[in-house]
């Protein structure tokens, strides 16, 4: 498995390199606040996210001038809890790696799911620790060298994951990880 993740996280390195000096393009001069790898419950996929301020008010005018809130969850009614969710559900931001016309993100993922089929589920645990930590590597490692911004404190950098009740002890920790202690006391505070 070692093999694999050494494998892995060289190509997820190069692919969020990749990916996020396209997206860039598209974004053009919006500002960037946040950048997150996301993935699902099984382990078997990881995309890529970024949000910016411009974006982030876009969507949360749509949703309250359209009263959108109708056909979201009951709990998003209150202003504050929608902005909130707008700004750091990544779900529900504007940019990620399919808006490439060629990802090489979606490569390495498929490059994970293969691996992840032939893992035994007695092993999924090991596996998917393993995987959070390439994860984690590859942001750290590009958010070193500065790729995301020139500040640390400028930008918030997380790993998600879509379809699981363990999301916000993922966010956390991986925010703790990979971010200035004056971003991460921030984003800890995220949903006060």
Same mark, same amino acid.
């Given at each position: 498995m070692k093999e694999f993740f050494d494998e892995f996280g060289k190509r997820m390195v190069m692919a969020v390199r990749r990916d996020f000096k396209g997206l860039s393009k598209i974004i053009g001069n919006?500002?960037?606040?946040?950048?997150?790898?996301?993935?699902?419950?099984d382990a078997m996929t990881v995309?890529?996210?970024?949000?910016?301020y411009e974006k982030m008010e876009e969507k949360y005018q749509k949703y309250t001038?359209?009263?959108?809130?109708?056909?979201?969850?009951?709990?998003?009614?209150?202003d504050e809890i929608l902005y909130?969710?707008?700004k750091w559900v990544p779900a529900e931001?504007?940019?990620d790696n399919s808006d490439l016309e060629q990802s090489e993100i979606v490569i390495v993922s498929d490059y994970l799911a293969e691996k992840r089929e032939s893992i035994e589920d007695s092993r999924f645990q =090991?596996?998917? /620790?393993?995987?959070?930590?390439?994860? $984690?590597?590859?942001?750290?490692?590009l958010h070193n060298e500065g790729l995301f911004c020139h500040e640390k404190d400028d930008i918030t950098v997380f790993i998600s994951i879509s379809d699981? =009740?363990?999301? /916000?002890?993922?966010?956390?920790?991986? $925010?703790?990880?990979l971010n200035s202690e004056n971003v991460r006391s921030k984003f800890m505070k995220r949903w006060d």
């Open positions: 919006e500002r960037i606040y946040a950048v997150c790898l996301v993935t699902d419950s995309f890529l996210a970024i949000n910016t001038q359209k009263n959108w809130s109708e056909n979201l969850n009951d709990e998003i009614l209150n909130k969710t707008v931001w504007g940019y =090991e596996f998917e /620790e393993k995987f959070y930590e390439a994860m $984690a590597e590859t942001l750290l490692t699981d =009740e363990r999301i /916000e002890m993922v966010e956390n920790y991986s $925010a703790g990880v």
